[in-house]
């Protein structure tokens, strides 16, 4: 049963252009989300949160985005650099929770210069 | 600047054998937990602590013991290797209550 979903395995795009990574959630107790980047051989490092409170956080070059009524959000990241080739993971948890965080697949994102 | 360090980053086991998976941070974090990643499945908990002489069960926990003596150590013990624990181990850690994880390089076991 997987509570967060990443729907697309993989993403490309050209340097400079923008990058949309979505993930949907079926669980409407969740109310903090975070997106974690991963490089291969390496832990994932958080790179940005939101809480349900908001529908908007920024963070440089990274924006989160939330639609709660969809349960749906999105990370844009504008203008998109090669160094963002990653794996980008979807995470929600009910409160900020560690022990209740899930994990959404990943998604691949390549950036071709 | 270690960070969260995991030992060791590779390991074959055979049906049936035991092993430890160590884990060690060295930032004073109270919450430490395990995770496992599977192709097509995200990250999965599968026990966690919330402070020394504390731990409790994730989404996945059978097959796996975990004990917290100390803040900085938290080990995953496999009492009986089977096949469907090949996966790679990530360990986390961070301040209690706070979203942001820091995690470990990861330890890919493999069960034959």
């Known amino acids: 049963d997987q509570q967060v979903k990443q729907n697309s395995p993989s993403l490309s795009v050209q340097e400079g252009r923008i990058s949309i990574l979505n993930c949907d959630y079926t669980?409407?107790?969740?109310?903090?989300f975070l997106w974690y980047k991963k490089y291969p051989a390496e832990g994932p490092t958080f790179l940005i949160s939101?809480?349900?409170?908001?529908d908007k956080n920024e963070d440089g070059r990274f924006t989160v985005f939330l639609n709660k009524s969809a349960k749906h959000l999105s990370l844009h990241i504008v203008p998109s650099q090669p160094g963002d080739s990653a794996v980008y993971f979807c995470?929600?948890?009910?409160?900020?929770?560690?022990?209740?965080?899930?994990f959404g697949a990943g998604t691949r994102l390549t950036v071709k210069p | 600047n270690a960070g969260v360090t995991q030992t060791p980053k590779f390991q074959v086991l055979k049906t049936g054998q035991s092993m430890t998976l160590q884990c060690a941070q060295d930032m004073n974090h109270e919450y430490m937990s395990w995770y496992r990643q599977d192709p097509g499945m995200g990250l999965r908990l599968i026990h966690y602590s919330v402070g020394a002489g504390i731990t409790d069960q994730g989404e996945v926990p059978n097959g796996y013991n975990v004990s917290r003596s100390t803040t900085e150590d938290f080990p995953l013990r496999l009492l009986s290797a089977a096949p469907s624990q090949t996966s790679v181990y990530f360990c986390?850690?961070?301040?209690?209550?706070?979203?942001?994880?820091?995690f470990g390089e990861g330890s890919r076991l493999t069960v034959l």
């Open positions: 669980n409407s107790m969740f109310d903090y």
């Open positions: 939101i809480s349900s409170i908001k």
């Open positions: 986390a850690s961070s301040p209690v209550y706070t979203g942001e994880l820091f």
């Open positions: 995470a929600a948890s009910v409160g900020v929770n560690n022990n209740d965080m899930r």
